[in-house]
């Protein structure tokens, strides 16, 4: 492919040419799209870019690969779905990098998605300075998941678990009857195990504190599991007459001490809850054998440039390719100085710090210096993960191959966007093609080529607007994105409000954040700007929300949906300073809007979610026929027994397992889909049955409760956040992260305003066409009109040009952020020579 931007004309290697596409709302759609180019797909939220990138030509590029590999391969892939399809001509294989979390493992890192973990064992295996007489291990036993590497003590989690009396039994002012042994289950196991207790002759109803240390410690450290009679709910001197009369028990029970049932739970529980539960009964600490460091003695002993290999995963990725930089210097430089006994050890480092080198430079290029290889994956943002893989598939010189990527561009600054675009560059210069689904106008304008998607949301979309050169898209009256790629757009945010205090935070001291004060101003609409890495999410939405939630007494965990990862597992970073020194007079409610998923399985979705589907179902009820067979509400919902299909239970779909192919999903043959039975769904509402009603989009459910009060209110405001494509019925498990942090906005904004409310949301309009940026910049402008504080981190310069008050972090990221570069409103920051966020921020006001 060649272009010529100057004079427009552009020439392609070979066209991809799409017949019939039916993917989701795609209506039916034939497009041709050319290869070895980037090509940007465009359209607002819902229009159907992503089915047509990724449900469409990768899941059918998958489809074709596998099929070239055995059965037994197959069942090792995640495989998609089938597309909907007529037929697919000139599709090469694809790699698709979407905007997924990484593993939840902790064992999963930088170092591990990158591969440079294994380039970094390799060479102290085979070039590391041992210690005397010891000899050469392999280089397994550099990993700390591995049974030749891992701490013995730890098994390489680099913490030990313990549990104590006080961790087990928080209040010892209590009796055992009065569940003294917080760590016992509350239900029938917990009382099971107070009864044993009395046959075996312990005193359940005296202060824990008063037991004899010896009875205490038996309680909860005993290995021994005795088998005793229980006579449930017996006082000690009923139990005693009971064993002398040797009258029949009401069964016999196995004592389990508590030390054993909290370690034996959670090591073996498939429950998440279960496990949460024990998790906050047991300690963690640095393990004392290994420091910390997951490895073993011998492992750690042996040194490359004075570091062990633990301590060189701990060291920016920036400051390791400087530490590498002097090992790939020409070889005969270094044999001339190196110890002529070991020329093959310099041999190694030589070749292997080249190409460390050069996967470093890839990464560093793209922004992401301040990383550690130890750096587990979980912790990373979606942007960060993909960027990662993004410069692991650079590396890997690839040819004739389609990249699909995911808005590669999200939780980017525009500084960042550059070094993103060069690598996309030299994918495309290697001879691959580059199907990139986007909202960002800096690479829609880098595209060779534009597929339009639209013209709206969900049903609304669907079609193909335009495909062709980017500069043909300015005559394509139709499209919405036009209007944002060639600036011809009205600006239609110029209210300003000015702050009514301050809240001041000083000492604040957590990841790259050292001492930092600052004042966040209240009442009005504040972005934290800066580089990806500097602190902006560190302080906003860990720190800031830490603070506040602890001064107003609200635990985090219950604003914030936890993962359902490992508890023990997880990677926790500590604020270790930062104190609220004034302002929290103005503050008296909290709410944190993140993008962590809704739910996790079918049976949330977004009329659950926002509480909608209470107010229908209450509509349902109160009709003629629900009366007369005096149905409640419950009667309606897919969750509860009396109303759902029997056969299903509420799913609306039964799987099918295919072994060798993916899991089939088809609709359930006894209720058609509709997850109710029969009965239920002769109950109308205007004609329409509850199934009907959550089969409709949110704007096609406004028009039908217009009459509605309450149910029509809730819409309106879904809708206004630019929800409206979605159906009241659509799946958790299929809303994007951004759907699912808009869900959560349209649920708060339905609440009445009272004001002296702080609202955080971490990039917003992540995901977001710039006309739904737009949509969703009126509503949380409103918030701030009601009395309330709105603070984001953001990229969006529109976004920050809109806002009151900007405070940009920087200058650089990792160790070289952390301090405020500048702050005041957009067009002082916009002035202020030393920040990095400045020019572009400048262009936009």
């Not at 099929?67 to 892939?77: E, G, I, K, N, W």
């Not at 049976?603 to 009820?621: C, E």
Request: glycine content about 8%.
């Amino acid at each position: 492919m060649a272009r010529d931007p100057k004079k427009g004309t552009t020439e392609f290697t070979g066209f991809v040419k799409v017949k019939g596409a039916r993917e989701h709302n795609l209506k039916n759609i034939d497009v041709s799209i050319p290869r070895d180019a980037l090509v940007v797909f465009t359209g607002i939220s819902g229009s159907g870019k992503s089915s047509l990138a990724f449900g469409t030509l990768y899941a059918e590029a998958q489809r074709r690969y596998l099929d070239s590999v055995s059965p037994y391969a197959r069942r090792l892939f995640n495989q998609m779905a089938i597309p909907e399809v007529d037929e697919i001509e000139g599709l090469p294989p694809a790699v698709a990098l979407q905007q997924q979390r990484g593993s939840v493992s902790t064992r999963s890192s930088v170092g591990s998605v990158t591969t440079i973990s294994n380039l970094l064992r390799m060479l102290y295996s085979r070039a590391g300075e041992y210690p005397a007489g010891q000899s050469i291990i392999y280089a397994e036993a550099f990993s700390p998941n591995t049974p030749e590497g891992a701490c013995p003590q730890c098994h390489g989690l680099g913490k030990v678990y313990e549990v104590t009396e006080k961790s087990m039994v928080p209040d010892d002012s209590l009796t055992i009857r009065e569940r003294a042994v917080a760590a016992w289950p509350s239900a029938w196991q917990g009382q099971n195990q107070r009864d044993i207790l009395t046959t075996l002759g312990h005193d359940v109803d005296i202060p824990w504190k008063d037991l004899p240390k010896a009875t205490r410690d038996w309680i909860l450290f005993t290995e021994e599991q005795p088998v005793v009679p229980v006579y449930a709910n017996y006082t000690m001197e009923a139990v005693k007459d009971a064993l002398k009369k040797k009258l029949a028990p009401d069964y016999m029970g196995t004592f389990t001490g508590v030390k054993r049932y909290v370690m034996h739970t959670f090591a073996n529980t498939q429950s998440p809850l279960m496990k949460k539960r024990v998790a906050q009964y047991m300690l963690s600490s640095e393990c004392p054998l290994c420091k910390g460091k997951r490895l073993r003695k011998e492992s750690l002993s042996v040194k490359f440039a004075g570091h062990d290999i633990a301590d060189m995963s701990r060291v920016p990725l920036e400051e390791m390719a400087n530490i590498f930089s002097k090992f790939a210097t020409p070889l005969s430089d270094q044999l001339s100085q190196s110890d002529k006994e070991h020329p093959e050890k310099t041999i190694v480092a030589y070749r292997i710090a080249e190409d460390l080198l050069a996967r470093l430079a890839v990464i560093l290029d793209l922004g992401l210096g301040y990383l550690t290889l130890e750096r587990s994956t979980p912790t990373l943002s979606p942007g960060e993960l993909q960027r990662l893989r993004l410069a692991t598939q650079v590396r890997s010189n690839l040819f004739g191959v389609v990249y699909v990527l995911d808005e590669p561009s999200a939780g980017l600054h525009p500084a960042d966007t550059k070094a993103l675009l060069r690598s996309l560059d030299r994918l495309k210069v290697s001879g691959n093609s580059l199907f990139v689904v986007e909202h960002e106008i800096d690479v829609i304008h880098h595209a060779d080529w534009i597929v339009d998607v639209g013209p709206a949301a969900g049903e609304r979309g669907g079609r193909i607007i335009y495909s062709g050169p980017p500069e043909g898209l300015n005559v394509i009256e139709e499209s919405i994105t036009r209007r944002y790629i060639f600036g011809n757009k009205s600006k239609i945010f110029n209210d300003h409000h000015v702050p009514k205090g301050w809240l001041k935070l000083a000492g604040v001291t957590r990841n790259n954040l050292y001492k930092l004060s600052v004042d966040f101003p209240l009442g009005v609409f504040t972005s934290v700007t800066g580089v990806s890495g500097s602190g902006k999410s560190t302080l906003v939405s860990q720190v800031l929300v830490e603070l506040v939630a602890d001064y107003l007494g609200t635990s985090i965990g219950t604003i914030i949906t936890e993962e359902e990862e490992n508890p023990l597992e997880q990677t926790t970073v500590e604020t270790l300073g930062g104190n609220i020194l004034e302002g929290m007079e103005f503050i008296k409610r909290l709410v944190v809007v993140d993008q962590k998923p809704i739910g996790r399985t079918p049976r949330s979705n977004l009329a659950t979610y926002t509480g909608l589907f209470d107010n229908i179902r209450k509509l349902f009820a109160s009709a003629k026929l629900a009366k007369s067979r005096k149905y409640d509400a419950g009667r309606f919902s897919f969750n509860v027994a009396k109303g759902r299909c029997p056969h299903c239970q509420g799913e609306g779909f039964v799987m099918v397992e295919l072994l060798f192919l993916p899991s089939v999903y088809s609709p359930c043959p006894t209720c058609g889909g509709s997850r109710y039975n029969p009965q239920t769904l002769e109950v109308k509402y205007k004609d329409k049955n509850i199934a009907e009603v959550l089969g409709m989009t949110v704007d096609q459910a406004h028009e039908f409760f217009a009459d509605e009060k309450s149910v029509a209110h809730s819409l309106d405001v879904i809708s206004q956040v630019g929800l409206g494509y979605l159906r009241l019925g659509q799946p958790a498990t299929e809303l994007s992260g951004g759907e699912a942090q808009r869900i959560k906005l349209a649920t708060e904004l339905q609440r009445q305003q009272h004001g002296n409310s702080l609202y955080i949301l971490d990039e917003p309009t992540t995901g977001l066409h710039p006309s739904d940026v737009e949509r969703l910049m009126i509503q949380l402008k409103g918030l701030v009109a009601a009395g309330n504080t709105v603070i984001v981190v953001e990229h969006d310069m529109e976004v920050i040009a809109a806002s009151d008050w900007v405070i940009d972090i920087g200058p650089g990221a990792g160790t070289k952020g952390g301090t405020i570069v500048a702050q005041g409103t957009p067009k002082d920051v916009s002035k202020n020579k030393a920040s990095i966020t400045a020019p572009y921020l400048a262009n936009h006001i």
